[in-house]
């Protein structure tokens, strides 16, 4: 029997327990040890079906506790955490409380073992969400998080409509490998692409969280597009489709962020191309392909959690987001630590040997040449190198070394290293990657599929070696023509960005005319009820097009002699009567 309690259910707890606590260390105690006892709780929870509920003649199963729900929940608490410890000189409570839950809905996706469960834990992610990219408080913030609503609401349609057809087809609301080809399915599959951020589906994650606060671009970096990854893999494996829009997308990240001026969106566009390597994983449908998708999935949340927090202490410090703002302000000599972090995060990500994306990615690459698909090899090979020359060269380049632009004109005065706690969490984000990347059976012996793989083989080391030397060298070649550029990337987001304003400009002109006819109308009832005051003179108005008086009508002043009434009926009833004999 499972004596644990659901670890989303102590976020939930959390986040109402948070505004009632008084003391600021009180309450950095309690964001602190919540993820912290969810993670207790993950290591005691034996596998199984748990917390079985019956609904409406189906049963809700909100715990299904095995190896792969366990590595993804794992990595979301240690994420949590690693995120609570950066925010701790936030003083709003409702910011900290949108994280917990929102971390919450992940784990309720993770551990959901039907639709029904599955959907509202879904949604309930998307509004916790749009909620931390609000919490900015500025009017971009304010139209990124309902253009992020609206996507993650439409995905979250389509994933409803699609449960229902596959409910009402199969008599199952069980959420199992999908096998048919069924409308159904393929509308499940629309709304689980959409959080993934799969092109063209793409543009609401890289136009949202550069918007959001320092601290909520973090947490929006570990949650959603990872349950996406894990819900392909828990739904989806094997399908083909899947294998080259991971492909496509992994070299689709990697050109919009080469193009890319702001930091935060620089590293947004990453995660659409890392997230695309675990999709490639998912669509190869072997145990090694989809033991290196989960892998990544846990690495990444790892050091992009790290590069986020780098790039938001940066942000946090000199107020400026963009390339062409920080270059050849020398912010490595003043933010030393903050820099030696950040490189930790770029060579994770950029997989060099002894770091934890060396351990994961390969496993994905190596798994496309071991069921020979040549294409899909090199689609992702090529990725891998623009990812280097990306975040391990142009970047640090640009943010932390680089020339001024020759027409700047900003002093960035008073650079110092970030708060301590922001550090610590750095710190500590930093070491998981090492000690990960160092011992990979950390992370091996959670995976959910029995394949193996040895990441340290020496063809794998001294071809990974070569792809990072030969990049740099071309990178030096082509240094002067990466620089950071005052331009903007246009994206799929075009399309509903234009499509809404059309839309917009159309519902204006219908109301245009509606206004016009309620006028028009308004205008001819007002002269029908002033012709209906006086009806004595209702034919003087239609003849003459005269509007009577607007008194009511009197009939000791207006009425006739009875004669001249009778005179009118006997004239018309002659009329009629000759008609008729006339025809008759």
């Known amino acids: ?146 253009r992020y609503l609206m996507v993650h609401l439409s995905g979250g349609a389509a994933l409803l409509a699609g449960i229902v057809m596959e409910v009402s087809r199969t008599g199952s609301i069980a959420f199992n490998p999908v096998s048919s080809g069924s409308t159904g399915c393929y509308l499940i599959l629309l709304g689980f692409l959409i959080n993934a951020a799969v092109p063209p589906f793409n543009a609401w994650l890289s136009d949202s969280y550069p918007e959001a606060t320092v601290t909520g671009s973090v947490f929006l970096s570990i949650f959603t597009t990872k349950s996406a990854v894990y819900v392909l893999l828990r739904g989806f494996p094997g399908w083909e489709l899947l294998t080259w829009m991971g492909a496509i997308m992994a070299l689709y990240g990697i050109v919009y962020a080469l193009l890319e001026n702001n930091i935060r969106r620089f590293l947004a566009y990453h995660i659409v191309s890392q997230v695309g390597f675990m999709v490639c994983g998912v669509g190869m449908g072997t145990e090694l392909s989809m033991n290196g998708s989960a892998a990544h999935a846990f690495c990444h949340i790892l050091y992009k959690a790290l590069l986020f927090m780098a790039v938001g202490a940066v942000i946090q410090v000199t107020g400026r987001e963009k390339i062409t703002e920080l270059q050849g302000r020398r912010l490595f000599t003043r933010m030393p630590i903050c820099f030696a972090m950040y490189m930790v995060g770029a060579f994770s990500i950029s997989a060099v040997p002894l770091f934890n994306g060396f351990i994961s990615k390969n496993m994905i690459i190596f798994a496309a040449g071991e069921i020979h698909r040549p294409i899909i090899y090199l689609l992702l090979e090529l990725a891998s190198v623009g990812t280097f020359l990306s975040l391990t060269l142009k970047l640090p380049y640009g943010m932390w070394f680089g020339r001024a632009p020759v027409d700047s004109s900003i002093e960035l005065a008073d650079i110092k290293e970030p708060p301590l706690n922001m550090l610590i969490a750095m710190g500590m984000a930093a070491l998981l990657c090492i000690v990960t990347g160092v011992y990979p059976r950390v992370l091996y012996d959670i995976l959910p ?111 006739q002699a009875i004669g001249i009434g009778v005179m009118y009926f006997l004239g018309i009833f002659s009329f009629f009567c000759l008609l008729f004999f006339f025809y008759s």
């Open 1 to 146: 029997m499972n004596n644990a309690v659901h670890p989303a259910l102590i976020f939930f707890c959390g986040a109402l327990l948070l505004p009632l606590l008084q003391g600021r260390l009180l309450k950095q105690f309690a964001l602190l040890a919540i993820p912290s006892l969810a993670f207790i709780d993950l290591l005691l929870m034996p596998q199984g079906s748990y917390w079985k509920y019956p609904f409406l003649g189906y049963e809700l199963v909100l715990g299904r506790v095995d190896t792969l729900s366990l590595c993804f929940a794992y990595v979301f608490v240690i994420a949590a955490f690693l995120g609570m410890v950066y925010a701790l000189q936030v003083k709003e409570d409702g910011q900290h409380a949108a994280a917990f839950i929102y971390a919450g809905g992940a784990l309720g996706v993770t551990f959901a073992g039907d639709y029904f469960t599955l959907f509202a834990f879904w949604e309930l992610m998307a509004i916790t969400s749009a909620i931390i990219i609000w919490y900015r408080k500025s009017d971009q913030a304010l139209s990124a998080g309902f």
């Open 449 to 559: 599929f029995k394949a193996t793989y040895s990441p340290f083989r020496l063809s794998a080391v001294s071809a990974m070696l070569q792809i990072l030397i030969f990049s740099g060298l071309g990178y030096s070649l082509f240094m002067n023509r990466l620089y950071g550029e005052r331009t903007i990337s246009l994206d799929t987001d075009w399309f509903y960005r234009r499509g809404a304003q059309v839309f917009m400009q159309g519902c204006f002109g219908f109301d245009k005319v509606r206004t016009t006819l309620q006028v028009v109308a308004s205008r001819l009832t007002d002269r029908l009820v002033a012709i209906c005051r006086n009806p004595a003179r209702l034919f003087s108005a239609i003849l003459f097009n005269n509007t009577p008086p607007a008194d009511q009508y009197n009939p000791d002043a207006y009425r």
